[in-house]
């Protein structure tokens, strides 16, 4: 069985109305929708578009980074790539560069929709996002270039970088809030909730972060907490405001549980917040404060299962729309990766877990099923829902879009389970001190290349995808006719299966 | 929800509430926090060190401290005598205590590996040292010359047979001896006072209480 097929390019237009009927809307809800998809357009394909090419340059500093690892003579003449330097340089590509820049563009999105208005101030918005863009660039070539303020996730120069970063985001946040003020509904849907938490919490975090007062181990206690709740306030919290959308949407269900959802944002701020000190974990600061954030990521328990029931359970018994649905597929699959990483961190936290897996490889895989397993899948799964009601028509390939599913999945698949399995025999031969450390070195060099070839056929998926999205954009077929309806995914997917059936 | 203002207030009091308890608090604690007597401030060189360990990222492999012997076996390891303590660090700013291993820890590396010749030869060819290793080489350490032009008072490094490069002598930077001070200057060794034991485990001063 196959979705039906896409209307050819010369159909005329039907009128709205006709339209809003076939989608099982009301005329002026049609038009709401389509107003605030053309009010975000220009600024979230732009937010996407440098995304994607962050994701490129990003993931392949990674790629080189992986493999410095077993192969040391690689590269060991230019100080600009040096293991220290294109690690950090990776993290900041991929984390600020193409996760936040694609989250930002899906909550650009978003938020108009959610809130049946449009975007207001898409001008400063996009005004923002460059900002927000050159402060990246700066903080990454002057971390290639040896500069850095020398606290992990917050290399980027303090007076340099920093203030692009922090006025960019501010010119986006008020984007945000703007466009909630505007707002013509009385409710707030979850994803909002979400998207507005973050664009709090980060500023916040942020400023925290970038202090310069802090030293000794004081700044340790800062830096964790600045880096582990980056994840959890600002990229955890903008995809799991996403995928709350696009998993009742394209399947035409509501949300299993309100009150789930309630429970779930406000225990995954109440707990989220006091964990980073699990990465001081024996570490010379006070050990009320290393036990507090251990006791936190148990508790982490609460927000991760009110959330994983209530959008698991939105899917079940729905689970064969996944074959039809790329964006249901990412995204899906990145809601079991949050599940599944939020559960390792909490496991992880223990301290008989950490004796062994603290200071390995483990962290780094635990980090990637976060990062990658489910932001970055939730970001490939918004960004193949939003772009054609973009540009006007559908995706040129369902074949390429399966080369990239399938490689970036079995790509970090193996990534995952060589690191940490190389995490794993790396911490056993460290806690044992008849075994010399030259063992621990070399127990992990299996893995190591384990995670280069993982790491290769994530990088093909990203060129597969980046391609892809190039021909979207470049093809013409789109362009004046954005009032046709021209995708069946315009409609709940089920909807159209059993109309299909009928 | 229906109202912004509750969901912002109560998204910004939580985080703050948070900042408070593992930032602030910890932060009055620590005000109390005197170097360790025998802890020696960093010369201009070492501080050089310091900040060239940052800039090439040593960090992401190699971490600085000691824990518990009750929790871990960093001191059966021989990376250090005791468990270190917030009194090791007073001086450090940013703290370098790190989250990864792949190299070993380094706080006390000056006094398990005080020699600066062995330092700048690993710091040249890791594995010409250990044939093990993954370190990256840092060869802008170093100027390679050509035999003969050696300006007096300079030293070249020895490096083993076949490690050499052909006709050439390998001398270091003004940055390769800063980095080495900085290195052999690590050594947190000598003796704490209880109170600075305890603070590790509490977070105050002795007479809070404590054992």
Redesign the interface.
């Known amino acids: 069985m196959t979705a039906p097929p896409r209307p050819p390019s010369h159909t005329p237009s039907p009128d709205l109305a006709a339209v809003a009927a076939s989608r099982g809307l009301a005329p002026e809800d049609l038009e709401i929708r389509l107003r605030a998809d053309e009010s975000s357009r220009r600024i979230v394909l732009l937010a996407f578009s440098v995304a994607i090419v962050w994701l490129i340059v990003g993931s392949a500093f990674g790629e080189l980074a992986s493999l410095?690892?077993?192969w040391?003579?690689l590269l060991?003449?230019t100080?600009w790539l040096?293991?220290?330097?294109v690690?950090?340089a990776h993290l900041h590509l991929v984390n600020y560069g193409w996760a936040s820049t694609a989250l930002i563009g899906t909550a650009l999105w978003l938020l108009p929709r959610l809130v049946h208005t449009e975007l207001k101030g898409a001008g400063h918005a996009a005004v923002g996002a460059i900002l927000f863009n050159i402060g990246l660039v700066l903080g990454v070539i002057g971390v290639l270039m040896?500069?850095?303020?020398?606290?992990?996730w917050l290399e980027a120069k303090r007076w340099v970088s920093a203030p692009f970063l922090v006025l960019g985001g501010g010119l986006i946040g008020l984007a945000m809030?703007r466009t909630?003020?505007a707002r013509r509904t009385?409710?707030?849907y979850v994803s909002v909730?979400y998207i507005?938490?973050a664009f709090?919490?980060f500023p916040?975090?942020y400023l925290?972060g970038k202090w310069p007062g802090?030293?000794?181990?004081?700044?340790?206690?800062?830096?964790w907490?600045f880096a582990h709740?980056v994840l959890g306030?600002w990229l955890t919290a903008m995809s799991v405001g996403a995928a709350y959308y696009f998993i009742p949407k394209v399947l035409g269900r509501p949300v299993h549980s309100y009150q789930l959802s309630?429970l779930g944002f406000?225990s995954l701020?109440?707990f989220y917040?006091?964990n980073?000190?699990h990465?001081?974990v024996?570490?010379?600061?006070?050990?009320?404060?290393v036990t507090?954030?251990i006791v936190a990521s148990v508790l982490m328990f609460i927000p991760v299962f009110a959330t994983g029931i209530n959008l698991h359970m939105t899917v079940v018994g729905r689970f064969t729309a996944l074959r039809y649905s790329p964006t249901l597929r990412f995204v899906v699959i990145g809601a079991l990766a949050y599940t599944a990483v939020s559960l390792q961190g909490s496991f992880s936290a223990l301290?008989e877990v950490s004796?062994i897996t603290?200071?390995?490889?483990w962290?780094?895989a635990h980090s990637h099923v976060g990062g990658y397993g489910f932001v970055t899948f939730v970001c490939f799964g918004a960004i193949y829902y939003i772009v054609p009601r973009l540009v006007g028509h559908e995706w040129p390939s369902s074949k390429l879009i399966r080369w990239h599913f399938n490689l970036v999945l079995g790509g970090i698949a193996i990534y995952v389970l060589a690191l940490t399995w190389a995490g794993v025999a790396?911490g056993l031969a460290?806690?044992?001190?008849q075994i010399p450390?030259?063992e621990?070195?070399?127990r992990?060099?299996p893995g190591l290349y384990g995670r280069s070839v993982g790491g290769v056929l994530m990088n093909l998926g990203h060129l597969v995808f980046a391609y892809h999205f190039f021909l979207m954009l470049r093809m013409p077929q789109g362009l004046g006719k954005r009032k046709r309806p021209p995708f069946h995914e315009a409609q709940p997917i089920l909807y159209t299966r059993e109309a299909e059936g009928a | 929800?229906?109202r912004?203002w509750l969901?912002?207030l109560?998204?910004?009091a939580?985080?703050?509430?948070?900042?408070s308890?593992?930032?602030f608090i910890?932060?009055a604690?620590?005000a109390s926090?005197e170097a360790a007597e025998a802890l020696p401030r960093y010369t201009q060189r070492q501080a050089r060190g310091r900040e060239?360990y940052?800039?090439?990222?040593?960090?992401?492999?190699h971490?600085q401290?000691v824990?518990?012997p009750a929790?871990?076996?960093d001191v059966?390891?021989?990376w250090g005598t005791r468990?270190?303590?917030?009194a090791?660090?007073?001086?450090?700013?940013?703290?370098?205590?790190?989250?990864?291993?792949?190299?070993?820890d380094l706080i006390n590396v000056g006094q398990r590996l005080p020699s600066v010749e062995w330092h700048l030869l690993h710091l040249y060819d890791?594995?010409a040292v250990?044939e093990?290793?993954?370190?990256?080489?840092?060869?802008?350490f170093f100027e390679e010359r050509d035999e003969g032009q050696l300006i007096p008072g300079e030293k070249p490094i020895t490096l083993p047979p076949g490690r050499a490069p052909k006709g050439k002598i390998v001398v270091p930077t003004e940055d390769g001896y800063a980095i080495v001070d900085y290195l052999i200057s690590l050594n947190r060794t000598y003796p704490v006072s209880d109170t600075n034991r305890v603070?590790?485990?509490?977070?105050g001063r002795g007479d809070h209480g404590g054992k």
């Open positions: 410095k690892l077993h040391p003579e060991t003449r100080p040096t293991f220290g330097r690690r950090t040896g500069y850095s303020d020398g606290m992990e809030f909630v003020a009385d409710h707030l909730w507005l938490g709090i919490w916040m975090l925290l802090w030293s000794g181990v004081e700044s340790a206690a800062v830096n907490f709740n306030f309630l406000w701020a109440c917040s006091l980073g000190m990465h001081l024996g570490g010379p600061i006070p050990t009320w404060m507090t954030s301290r004796r603290h200071f390995t490889h962290t780094v790396q460290m806690l044992d001190p450390f030259s621990s070195v070399r992990t060099i | 929800m229906t912004v969901l912002a109560g998204a910004f939580i985080m703050a509430s948070a900042m308890l593992l930032v910890p932060q604690m620590f926090v060239l940052i800039a090439n990222g040593c960090v992401y492999c971490s401290q824990r518990d929790f871990t076996t059966d390891r021989g468990a270190t303590v917030p090791d660090y007073v001086y450090d700013k940013p703290h370098l205590l790190g989250t990864m291993r792949t190299g070993p890791p594995r250990n093990w290793s993954t370190m990256p080489r840092f060869t802008w603070m590790k485990t509490i977070g």
